[in-house]
């Protein structure tokens, strides 16, 4: 009898683990939708899931039994979707074939038809898995875009646009910044534990993406390293535009060998989970740069950014460059401190997407180069350009000023974000070195600090630079551009080897919104990006049309012309700040008092006797209702009178 109750308590003691992980799976499946943008609250409270216990109740005619699908997902109250949980990674096959199973038996009723079948599994120390699949006619297949598997759980749009198409195809929605960051800081934890030096990291996510662009990495048999350096070899090796030396340089900047490495191995199947959660196959397929976007945020907030020594440029700014100056077909284009590559993939989509024909995309890959001294920094560029379609990639690993002779006259279009604050090296010398590597004529658009345009140490530098080329224009940007770090920056551009005149018209500007805004230590997308109507006051200022637009103006030649400061802020007003947004301040102000009052009690023993009077909620709460502070904190939200939202989101 002890026999038989030791076995029953271990079974359900078994079966209570199996429920715990389980739910960590589960747990997974409702945060990874909510970032596809899905609603994981209940149909009946307005939301898009019904739980496991919860389907008969609400579709009582779906025709499954005891046995039912972790989650039923809805579009429009209608079921569209099912989502099976298991709690190991190995188990992918049997979860996805599960739920393909509750979709045939609930479209057998006649009532419903489902097309969406998702198996989701996994554990924290492997990773989670998903697979994905469509039903065409009578045949599951694997939902795909650009040619790959989808390989997270699809968004709203995606499934949209499959059910239009009924072929087991979509397009790929692009990661939000949010889930770039995710990913970013989760990896960057895992390679910490995995005792990866920080300089050594972003080397590991570029061998690992291109792995996973090659094919499957092997991570069943122990032999995850060698799997992996197998597929990267290959990757580069049946690139048939880059140089053999270019491919044993790469070859060489990429494996993961070493005692370095030999602690990553038990954590590569982990990582190769994170980043199939970025759709990362079929994205690299797509005209998004996914290796820029997700290296700006690993940088930025997974990262050391002194590690490397580099200040990675938002992408949305380096197009934002290329669009204000242009790259035509004919355009040569150079980067003398590339980095990761983002001005010349810029550059380089700009230019593919006025091609027409072989001979043209031809004529675009040789008419691309850069250079960078870091072996890994210029590894990922390289690789970024090759992800791009650009074999070729006229990529230096060097220093820019030894070449000096070698670039100087050949180009039509620079672009560039020197270093930031290198004694030895300071930014005008970057840039006189890309005007010096420009044609007459040629135009340059530089992101850099803007203290070279105003302090006096620069004034000589300033009076060169306007007697040999002339300024078209400064922009500054917002301050937290580059947050963490704290660099105001502007653009520069300038046309190369045509003095100043002073009767010169000269645009300045200043970008506050960009679309980003800092939200709880990150730069997460925003409404009321500038960035298109600069773009287009620009350009009628290069056709010599009058502008009309607060956030620019026109200066003269004669202004500058003895080394002024190049300063926008000098030129333009200053905004004023609107009602709402000073009540916004006030409210942040308030709650920055209640918070610091809750951390340290002893100050409400100060008497404020000018303190706000306003409501600070919604309506009024009773007396010892408790709760998180900022729940009690709203602003509207500007969209409507009566739509309101918590105003600390």
Known sequence: MTNLANQIE?????????????????YFIRTQSEKRLWNVSHVSRGGDFVEEQEIINTF???????????????????????????????????????AIGYCNTINNTDQYNIKIAVGVAGEEDNGFFVKVRYLQGNIWKELKSN???????????EIELAILADDGTTNVTVPSSSEFIDAAIELSKILRSAKIEAPLRPKVIGAI???????EVDTATGKELESLNKLVEEAIQESVDLR??????????????????DRLSSKIQRIISILKRLNIRSVLQSDTDFLGLFYEAFLRYGYDNNALGIVFTPRHITKFCVDLVGARLSDRVIDIASGTGGFLVAAFDEMMSKAKGPKAISKIKQSLYGFDTNPTVWALATLNMFFRGDGKSHIENGNCFDYREEIEGKFTRAFLNPPFSQEEEPERDFIDLALDALEPGGLIAVVVKAGIFADDDNKIWRQKLVKNHSVLGV????????????????????????????????FMARIWNDGFEKLKGKRVECEGSQLKEMLEVFELFKNGKDISSKLATIISGDQIIDGQELSPQQWLPQPTITERELKKQEQYLVLSLFQAVSSIPELA?????????????????????????????????????????????
């Open 147 to 157: 040619g790959y598997e989808i390989s997270t759980i699809p968004s709203k749009r």
């Open 605 to 649: 023993d100060e008497v404020l006797e000018d303190f706000p009077s306003y409501p600070i909620v919604e309506e009024k709460i009773p007396y010892n209702t408790s709760g998180v502070l900022t729940d009690y904190f709203y602003v509207a939200n500007g969209k409507s009178s009566g739509e309101k939202k918590l105003f600390y989101r």
């Open 475 to 506: 922009i500054s940007l917002p301050e937290d551009l580059f947050y963490p770090t704290a660099a105001p920056t502007s653009i520069f551009i300038a046309k190369a080897h045509i003095p100043q005149s002073e009767t010169d018209k000269i």
């Open 244 to 261: 053999p030396d270019t491919q044993l340089r790469l070859q060489e900047a990429l494996r993961l060998s070493g005692a370095d490495f």
């Open 209 to 215: 993406t291109l792995a996973i662009y090659q094919g």
């Open 10 to 26: 271990t079974l359900k003691a078994n079966a209570m683990a199996k429920k715990r992980a389980e739910s960590r799976t589960r």
């Open 60 to 98: 009582p005619n779906i025709g499954l039994g005891l046995e039912k699908p972790d989650f039923l997902v809805c579009f429009k109250g209608e079921p569209v979707m099912v989502i099976e949980a298991k709690n190991e990674a190995k188990k992918i096959d049997e979860s996805i074939n599960q």
